[in-house]
Antibody, heavy 123, light 104 residues
Framework: QVQLVESGGGVVQPGGSMTISCATS????????MHWLRQAPGKGLEWLAF????????KYEDSVKGRFTISRDNSKKTLKLQMSSLRTEDTAMYYC????????????????WGQGTMVTVSS | EIVLTQSPATLALSPGEGATLSCRAS???????LAWYQQKRGQPPRLLIH???NRAAGMPDRFTGSGSGTDFTLTISRLEPEDCAVYYC?????FGGGTRVEIQ
């Protein structure tokens, strides 16, 4: 079955950096666009970033543009999110998600989600 | 920028009753990209409906999505205790604020 497992979260100081990962299995990873989303404690859902199936194009939400970088390694079926210049407002549960559509088309519909990894930005 | 407004914020109902959740877009959107998610406490969201009316794999037929243009609805029939959750609508990169469904 499809599995997405995030890792690498923890506590980081404001202004610091962190990289979180998403290990996948159970589907042809190299055929699907992938997303990162987050949810601050007690708040709603926020889309952050998207990467094409082949890694050739990325999209970002404005508040993280220039600070976050999404990347993927299709040989390892892994997705990453590099985060820098972290702010207290970046504190959230971070989820990776698989796009509903594959084969080079995208729907920005999040078919499968991982369990999430918690990132806390605090001094 | 599209804004999705969900109402009501909270629904408190009894088992066996039906629920109607609304999602209103600030401008006309394509129903092809309107989705609903269910998020139970302590769990990640789960895709419930995509393309406004297509149930995701494994979701019970008690959940029905409908609507077009700016007005979309998620209907839950015959509520069960397991339906306690927050329900979000979503279009492209935008999520609504959610409706919490409580089963008393």
């Amino acid at each position: 079955q499809v599995q997405l497992v995030e890792s690498g979260g923890g506590v980081v100081q404001p202004g610091g950096s962190m990289t979180i990962s998403c290990a996948t299995s159970g589907f042809p990873f190299s055929s699907y666009g992938m997303h990162w989303l987050r949810q601050a404690p007690g708040k709603g859902l926020e889309w952050l970033a998207f990467i094409r199936f082949d890694g050739s194009n990325e999209k970002y939400e404005d508040s993280v543009k220039g600070r976050f970088t999404i990347s993927r390694d299709n040989s390892k079926k892994t997705l990453k999110l590099q985060m820098s210049s972290l702010r207290t407002e970046d504190t959230a549960m971070y989820y990776c998600a698989k796009d509903l559509r594959g084969g080079g088309t995208y729907s920005y519909t999040f078919e499968m989600w991982g369990q999430g990894t918690m990132v806390t930005v605090s001094s | 920028e599209i804004v999705l407004t969900q109402s009501p914020a909270t629904l408190a109902l009894s088992p066996g009753e039906g629920a109607t959740l609304s999602c209103r877009a600030s401008q006309t959107i394509s129903s092809m990209y309107l989705a609903w998610y269910q998020q139970k406490r302590g769990q990640p969201p789960r895709l419930l409906i995509h393309g406004a009316s297509n149930r995701a794999a494994g979701m019970p037929d008690r959940f029905t999505g409908s609507g077009s243009g700016t007005d979309f609805t998620l209907t839950i029939s015959r509520l069960e205790p397991e339906d306690c959750a927050v329900y979000y609508c979503q279009h492209s990169v935008t999520f609504g604020g959610g409706t919490r469904v409580e089963i008393q």
